[in-house]
């Protein structure tokens, strides 16, 4: 068990909706990672927070978006769902103190299927 | 752009049999390599960390190695629990990004 929770753990809806992803990070981390799981392009990097500020995005669309709440906990929100959207979707966690290398806990991952 | 390559994609072996896999990369000013292992529908979890050419690391059956191009991942005598993916990322760059960049991973799978 890394430490990291996310919900809900499946999820099944259809094209165009909107849905939301949760994750709360180990204890004392302040930099949360989420990250999209699919068969052809593997783990790619969406976008970081760090204690509640956006610090980095990578290949998010414009229709996803994130946030960090004052407790630490994140969200990421996917709308106007389509087909190609349905992956894993991992939440990870760092300390986020400014080390050198900082090493990131994944949780269990939520998998979205969009029918 | 970071960069990393993993072969073999597949690599089956007998219960007792050694081998390695390869993790080759490029980045702008390495922060850190990473292995993770990872079970099919479950999280990556976290085996080692590496940051500079030549430091090795060790945990059961599997030590990790690397240099200024690629890591290798030994797995000796593994058993039949060992089989997952092994996933490699590099963490790159300066500044406040921590991203990972992953390798496509290596599906090891251990016959008894």
């Known amino acids: 068990d890394s430490g990291v929770t996310q919900t809900p753990k499946h999820l099944i809806t259809a094209t165009g909706q909107r849905v939301t992803l949760r994750c709360s990070p180990r204890?004392?981390?302040?930099?949360v990672y989420w990250y999209q799981q699919s068969l052809d392009q593997g783990l790619q990097f969406l976008i970081q927070y760090y204690n509640g500020e956006e610090r980095a995005k990578g290949n998010i669309l414009e229709r996803f978006s994130a946030q960090q709440f004052p407790d630490l906990h994140s969200e990421l929100n996917l709308s106007s769902l389509e087909l190609g959207d349905s992956a894993l979707y991992f939440c990870?966690?760092?300390?986020?103190?400014?080390?050198?290398?900082?090493?990131?806990?994944f949780g269990p991952g939520t998998r979205l299927l969009v029918l | 752009e970071d960069q990393v390559t993993q072969s073999p994609e597949a690599l089956r072996l007998q219960e007792g049999e050694s081998s390695s896999l390869n993790c080759s990369y490029t980045?702008?000013?390495?922060?850190?390599l990473f292995w993770y292992r990872q079970d099919p529908g479950k999280g990556p979890e976290f085996l080692f960390t590496?940051?500079?050419a030549g430091e090795e690391k060790e945990k059961e059956r599997l030590k990790a190695t690397l240099t200024k191009k690629e890591s290798f991942l030994h797995i000796t005598a593994p058993k039949p629990e060992d089989s997952a993916t092994y996933l490699c990322?590099?963490?790159?760059?300066?500044?406040?990004?921590?991203?990972?960049?992953f390798g496509k991973g290596t599906l090891l799978t251990v016959n008894p």
């Open positions: 590496l940051y500079s």
């Open positions: 204890s004392g981390d302040l930099s």
């Open positions: 980045v702008s000013g390495l922060r850190g």
């Open positions: 990870a966690s760092s300390p986020g103190g400014g080390l050198k290398q900082e090493t990131q806990y």
């Open positions: 990322a590099v963490q790159g760059g300066g500044g406040s990004n921590y991203k990972l960049t």
